[in-house]
């Protein structure tokens, strides 16, 4: 008995500051609130974190073996590059108080003191994990054929002043800023275009830029399709990205309360109805349900449903998602049509159904169809366009001349894990022949396959 009563007494003197400190803070349903804010911001946050493990798992899937550890640098350094960058100017940019065009204040976490500058740190971390993901995006178009130094130095770039300046027109008045585009009632409640859309058109931009990769496309001017060599890590990365999209969507309301449930709905159904309609779409055309676009219908009903979660209703959310399944179908086949070699599919399912999932957040906007607000919403997905794609491409373009962005020849067909990384991902099913480090099914410099 006396060992329980002196366990008793320390657990009770151990109690004494908690209590102490609950009589010094009244416990208000306001500061309850407020706290929730708080948990529910990061808990979202981190699940958006997930999702760079989604892309580096789709994009590794995708590719070819030889590239893996590679693939896998990109999505790690990106997110650690990004993140100081974002923090050092970024988030000043995006959120900071502005002069019209861009932010002016709140580098470096500069200007904020008290309650304040804790929401700043959740808040920051919140959104350092978007800016990543629109930085991420670009690397499974350029895949297999980029330089590793050029990588880094355009992701810095992305995150430091690209995707803030947009975001501020889009979003600044979510902190200390204000920008022309929501002044103007744009809707993009978590992203379609101020994320995935400004990823997307980047991706086209340095698509173009690097170039093809050898073989993808004929003298004759025919496809030839470079199969990935995981699809089974290309599907864990689908679901890992599908599960972050909770975060990303009804975590972009920063308050945890009831709103969070319609969000979650909406944004479920648009990516089931995605992967149906792709399933659907490829068993006609092919006479096979396909199960990389499979898997790409349901990132598009992602993209295409996240301007719009919190206006539309759960079936208008079938109905976006639905087309954004069929509409990156025949996305991928245009920009293969037009020789723009794109891995996975990044423009496709980001540009072009962040675009129309832009549109369709005014198109069935739960408020009422007006013709105005569609109006809006065709300015941000041009104004994006415009500004990702032209500055991107200038942005390239010098990195193509100061440190080049493609590897050579020799190292393209080598693998980037070898050349640029010397590692390899799978040890035990690569060879060398002829100097030339080559993945199963992979043709060597004589045209022999393995």
């Known amino acids: 008995m ?6 008793l007494g320390a657990g009770l003197l151990l109690a004494l500051p908690v209590v102490a400190l609950a009589e010094d803070v009244p416990l208000t349903a306001e500061t309850v609130q407020n706290n929730l804010n708080f948990v529910w911001t990061l808990i979202a946050g981190f699940m958006v974190f997930i999702m760079q493990a989604g892309f580096a798992m789709v994009e590794v ?4 073996a030889k590239n893996a550890c590679n693939i896998l640098m ?15 100017v970024g988030f000043g940019l995006m959120f900071g108080t502005t002069n019209g065009f861009f932010g002016t204040t709140d580098f470096f976490f500069g200007g904020a003191t008290g309650d304040a500058e804790a929401w700043n740190y959740a808040f920051w971390m919140f959104q350092t ?3 990543a993901t629109a930085a991420t995006i670009i ?9 590793f130094s050029a990588y880094l130095v355009y992701s810095a770039l992305v995150s430091a002043f690209i995707y803030p300046i947009f975001g501020g027109w889009a979003w600044g008045s979510l902190y200390h800023g204000s920008g022309w585009l929501e002044g103007l009632g744009f809707i993009d409640f978590a992203g379609s275009t101020v994320v995935h859309s400004m990823g997307g058109w980047l991706a086209l931009a340095g698509a173009i830029v690097v170039g093809p990769r050898i073989g993808k496309f004929g003298k004759d001017g025919k496809v030839k399709p470079i199969p990935g060599h995981n699809m089974p890590l290309a599907a864990l990365g689908v679901f890992l990205l599908w599960f972050g999209w909770y975060g990303f969507n009804p975590g972009s309301t920063t308050v945890g309360d009831t709103s969070i449930a319609l969000i979650a709905v909406t944004t479920t159904l648009a990516a089931a109805a995605g992967a149906c309609t792709a399933m659907g779409a490829t068993w006609l055309k092919y006479g096979k349900s396909d199960i990389g676009m499979t898997m790409n219908g349901a990132l598009a009903g992602l993209v295409g449903i996240t301007a719009g ?6 079936l208008s959310a079938v109905i976006i998602g639905a087309i954004a399944g069929v509409l990156v179908l025949f996305a991928v086949l245009f920009f293969d049509k037009i020789r723009i070699d794109d891995p996975v599919g990044a423009i496709s399912v980001h540009g072009v159904c962040g675009a129309w999932g832009t549109l369709a957040a005014g198109l069935f906007d739960s408020a009422g169809f007006s013709l105005k607000t569609v109006g809006v919403q065709l300015t ?4 994006c366009f415009v500004f990702a794609f032209g500055v991107g491409l200038i942005m390239f373009k010098l990195i193509d001349l100061v440190i080049g962005m493609r590897v050579s020849k020799e190292e393209e067909m080598a693998g980037l894990d070898y050349c640029e990384h010397g590692a390899t991902a ?5 060879t060398i022949r002829l100097g030339t480090v080559f993945s199963p099914g992979q043709e060597n410099v004589n045209g022999a396959a393995k």
């Not at 650690?80 to 050092?88: E, L």
């Not at 690397?139 to 330089?147: L, N």
């Not at 979660?309 to 759960?314: E, K």
């Open 2 to 7: 006396k060992k329980w009563a002196s366990i």
């Open 61 to 64: 899937g995708f590719t070819r």
């Open 74 to 88: 990109k999505n790690l350094m990106d997110f650690s590059v990004g993140a100081i960058a974002f923090w050092a």
């Open 129 to 131: 994990v978007f800016a």
């Open 139 to 147: 690397s499974g178009a350029v895949a297999e054929r980029t330089k």
């Open 309 to 314: 979660c919190a206006n539309v209703t759960p």
């Open 380 to 383: 941000g997905i041009g104004a």
């Open 426 to 430: 799978y040890p035990d099913f690569q």
